[in-house]
């Protein structure tokens, strides 16, 4: 009982420090889409004010509906985004079980070249990534992204996923191969929901980095079928630089998918933040 009395300012802590931080950093985003609902003369008199009857205005989402399919470049992103999120987890957590799990003489040696994987930026493989694409037909396509995108997150995924995996108990895993269970039944019904919050933690810090990428969507899918919201948001603003309604309405159709798809993922991460700070 004192123990757990003991916990609980702990608890309340991380909460209320989560909770700072998560004001700090999207205060400006707050700023950016306030703005993107104000007129002009507003944005410079008062950027802080919230839109008012006088200050309301939606030229600029105006704008950018007229001049870019944004809603193409939406679907390009959130097929890339989503496709990558879910490779990264399958085969991540796979070959992270797989590390975790079995003893063989390559195991030191793999898991030293998956930390050399993050360690080792993607991008300085980018003209070798880029002949492989053009050689296999791949370039302006969903396809070379995605591939690139999963190579990019496999690394920090097995490794956080596998430092996670050693702490499942090894008795449930061999009562479950007691009662018959498949090792992939053992995988995706007893361990997969015990490390549910590292997954959560994975989604998130590979989610950001690929939903606001501009380097490999310029190279690798310009193409204005492949464009995804980043990369149209970026040519937009160069096309619309003096124009702060514009500009400002692109970057909260850009910020706001990647916002909606980290509240979805960081509950878990919170609850596997806060229930350590329980035990």
Known sequence: ??????????????????????????FPVFVVVINAFKDRRAIFSDPLALPGPESFSLIGFETVTNQGDFLLYFQNSLIVTVASLFCVLLFGAMAAFALSEYRFKGNPLMALYLALGIMIPIRLGTVAILQIMVATGLVN?????????????????IFILSEFMRTVSADLKNAGRVDGLSEYRIFFTLVLPLVRPAMATVAVFTMIPIWNDLWFPLILAPAEA???????????????????????????????PVLVLYLIFSRQLIRGITSGAVK
Not at 3 to 18: G, I, K
Request: no cysteine.
């Open 141 to 157: 396509t969903h396809t070379a992204l995605i591939l690139v995108y999963t190579a990019q997150g496999l690394p920090l995924a």
């Open 226 to 256: 492949t464009k995804t919201v980043t990369l149209g948001a970026q040519v937009f603003i160069g096309q619309f630089v003096t124009n702060w309604n514009a500009v400002l309405a692109a970057l909260t159709l850009a910020i706001i």
């Open 1 to 26: 009982m004192n123990t757990a009395r003991a916990s609980l300012p702990r608890a309340f802590a991380a909460h209320a420090v989560l909770i700072g931080y998560t004001l700090i950093a999207l």
